[in-house]
């Protein structure tokens, strides 16, 4: 899937691509001592943090293909169909990517899994497979080049005993996947995989929100770093370059979108060249990602003195993001929290309804950055403890400027509690 960051830097001019992967390759040569000596004091000094990260086990992978087993049963479903991507991942460990070949698993309600591979490909499946399965014998079926891989599920579906059954297609299966296994399988009932994938991915286990704390404090750390080397003049590039190479002291993969002065009133930013200047706000966003699972946090800063206006609009947007997480508590519907939030911004003259707010309050997260459920109005989805989303509430001034404050919140058994803090201010964003 691709970012918000990627999609702006797809369309950055040919001058600042060329830039952002000559300063990555500068950061990237060299041994630890060199890169180290490269970088500003705040970030140079950083440490690593992976031995922190315990990654998710075998017997925990198991446990969640049995939650799904009991869900299908829930829904009416006799399996799932997954394929490459995060929910494959999140319910096998598999890391796969494929292309134009099909590689699936097929998860039934009472049978054995499966798994569909290309010929050529088995080794590389059998391996990963081995450290999803549940122990036992490990039923893989290949395809050569010139075979149909929809006849080698539709045969599995039936020795399952669901060939007429109601299977369930994980949601970011491509069209001609989907397709081509329907008409395999024409008996089959397909619908969405969504209440099984979704139903277990959206509650987080300890060790779940333990790494996503993780996460969002490793992002904390580089955002923070980064703010104490940045320097009037610099370009978004170059900003966006400085948080990689925090991230990677810090010893976790991740990047950022970084907006300057009135490009920040676009709430997913603009490819125009930017530079960062004195008394002007800046918007950095995004994350990293921790054995899997992401933060996503945004803070927005000016270098300087702000203007009362900017203090006030800062005001307003903290306001709002400390009132959706007092809000927050199991049993109340999703669509409740963004109303409560977004009267504050349009109780403050930043109304009517989509005018300056012009986003949902937040997204779930998890292994992807946007994940189910959402908090959005209409959203009649009822938080329960140990959901996570995003609070990212904000006001955007065409022309002007923006600002948005996003922290990861955690729905407790009673309430709601932000994994960071809140952001103090505008020209001390970090606290002194």
Known sequence: MISRRHFLEAGSIAAGVATVARASRAFASGDDQQRGNSLPPSIAK????????TPITREERIARQQHARELMSE?????????????????????????????????????EAFYVCPA???????????????GGRLD????????????????GLKDRGISTGKLGM?????????????????????VSATPVTSGCRMIKSSHELALMRLACQVTLAAYQAVYHALQAGM????????????????????????????????????ATPQIIRKGSIVMIDDGCTVEGYQSDITRTFVLGKASDKMKQVFDIVHRAQATAVAT??????????????????????????????????????????????????????????????????????RGEFGIRLEDDMHITENGAELLTPQSPSLEDPFGA
């Open 46 to 53: 950083l440490q690593s943090r992976k031995p922190e990260a």
């Open 75 to 111: 829904n009416g479903l006799d399996g799932i169909v997954l394929m490459e991507g995060t929910s494959l991942e999140y319910f096998t460990g598999v890391r796969w990517w494929g292309g134009e070949r099909l590689f699936a698993l097929v998860l039934p309600a009472k049978a």
């Open 120 to 134: 050529f490909e088995e080794g590389r499946a059998r391996e990963q497979v081995a450290n999803a399965s549940e």
């Open 140 to 155: 893989v079926r290949t395809w050569q080049e010139d075979e149909s891989p929809y006849a080698r599920v539709a045969q």
């Open 170 to 190: 994980e949601e970011t299966i491509r069209f001609v996947f989907s397709d081509g296994i329907a008409r395999a399988a024409p008996q089959v009932t397909f």
């Open 235 to 270: 370009t978004q590039h170059r900003v966006a370059d400085l948080i990689s190479a925090a991230y990677n002291q810090l010893g976790f993969p991740g990047e950022a979108s970084v907006q300057a002065g009135e490009y920040t009133a676009l709430p997913h930013g603009s």
């Open 328 to 397: 927050a508590r199991p049993g109340l519907e999703c669509g409740s929290i963004d109303a409560a939030a977004r009267k504050v911004i349009t109780d403050a003259g930043y109304g009517p309804d989509y005018k300056y707010f012009t986003h949902r309050l937040g997204h779930g997260m998890g292994m992807d950055g946007h994940e189910w459920p959402y908090l959005v109005r209409g959203n009649t989805v009822k938080l329960a403890p140990n959901m996570t989303f995003s609070d990212e509430p904000g006001i955007y001034i």
